[in-house]
């Protein structure tokens, strides 16, 4: 039988399997779930186990690792595959259609949290390589190396990494947990940007006052840190944080004209968000904005009473989560400090600051001439009929400059995603298409990289 024969008569399994991990309430952030993502962990080493593969939970001080390898003949190339088992969290619930964890099959598509980010996707290398055993087909030798903390920083991780270089020998790394344009435009990410992410305090009076009696004479903290956040982006949308653009890559104009070449509809593109403008920094396109420009986003604020009816206080401390995406060059512990500095130098005298790091990582490029890249573009082009379009995407997966820096190796972004799969928000989703044909073009790469290198 040929490799896309078991595909084909797979199907239904192959559907059937990921449903049961969906079902899995996998979410590495909330230590309410901890046994959980072990046994999303347990599910995956059976997998391996099912088909005669050596498989291993490696232990950290987080959610274990599931490392697995089939070595062919130590001459043939390797192949290293990374993903994650682990998911973000569910909140809010009640926006969801159906339960996140009670997966639905709807429109051709799958409906759970961890859908596409990155269950779904991870799982397709998993029926890959099972097409590739069953047919006796698979032409290099592989590594899979699937971790439970992506959404929580990867820490554990890079630990691992560290001590086990040796192992992960490896000639690429083939990861897919990104987006394509769109399922008539493949693409393959060569861009990813990196992340620095902080916690504010601002703390006014020693404790929660009267609105009457203190209001207007005491400093409000939030009134204050909202203008300290409103004061981090200029009318131009430029982040005024000093030296935050000093290692920022200019790129050429005719990289920027080639970048916007992608297709791009900004009209389904606000849509799609029900908004009536799309906003940016001013001198870049939609596209260049998400792939090569730095941002600034608040991504939580709270403070003083936000219960039922109205209590009038004026609050004693003001808190927010801040994110800044990095691109190239830019230094994620750099970054850090330098907005921590900032912040502290912008609070008026009424108010105290505290800034908590959290965890980050750097941005990466991925050179579109190495022999991974060919391979999956070839790969791509073989199962859509077109050559994928290089893109740099907004998102982060740190671990990726990591594998560069300790492993001296290039990632293969082929992933398989739709932006509107709704990664991270309620609804999320993943295409049966794209579960099926990315589950095909995996075992081309294979193939192909066995060829070129
Ligand atoms: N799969 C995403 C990264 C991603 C999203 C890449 C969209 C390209 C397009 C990954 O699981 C993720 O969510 N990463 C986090 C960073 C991490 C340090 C928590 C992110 O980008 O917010
Ligand atoms: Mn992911
Ligand atoms: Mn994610």
Redesign the pocket.
Known sequence: MTTLTYIEENKGKFLDELLALLRIPSVSADSKFKDDVRSAAEFIKAQFEDLGTEVEIFETEGHPIVYAEHIIDPMLPTVLVYG?YDV?PADPYELWDSPPFEPVVKDEKIFARGAA??KGQVYMHIKAYEALIKTDSLPCNVKFMIEGE?????HNLSVFIKQNKEKLSADVILIS???IISNDTPSI?VG??G?S?VEVEVTGPNRDLHSGTFGGVVGNPINTLCRMIASLQNEKGEITIPGFYDKVEVLPREYRDQMNLAPFDLESFKNDLGIDSEKGEEGYTTIERTGIRPTLDVNGIWGGYTGEGAKTVLPSKAHAKI?M?LVPNQSSEEITELFTKHFKEIAPNHVKVRVRPH???EASVIPTDAAGYKAAAKAMKKTWGKEPIPTR??????IVALFQKELSLDSI?M?F?LQEDA??SPNESYGLFNYYRGIETITHFYQFFTEIK
Do not use: F, K
């Open positions: 994650h973000q980010d990155d992506e959404e929580v920083g990867s947990d990104t987006h990410t990813l940007r992340l992410y994110s995406r965890h980050g990582g995407e907004g998102g982060s997966i740190p972004l992933g995603g990664i991270h």
